[in-house]
């Protein structure tokens, strides 16, 4: 059967927006990890050491 759509579908798309998004977090994380590497240990600097290997909660972390 051949599809009569070119390009992306929508969900598709939203699924590449949503793995983009999730990428630019998780370096967002880190960026900020290595930042603040010099300031006092807090719970948020645990959290973004937890963040950096596992990578759904780091996205989450990276946005703030």
Not at 20 to 41: E, M, T
Request: charged share 10%; hydrophobic share 55%; glycine share 12%.
């Amino acid at each position: 059967m051949k599809r009569l759509q070119t390009g992306y579908t929508l969900v598709e798309l939203t699924v590449v927006l949503f793995i983009l998004l999730g990428c630019g977090g998780w370096i967002a994380n880190a960026v900020k990890f290595i930042y603040h590497i010099s300031d006092p240990i807090t719970g948020l600097f645990v959290a973004r050491i937890v963040g950096i290997f596992v990578p759904p909660f780091g996205a989450i972390l990276g946005f703030f």
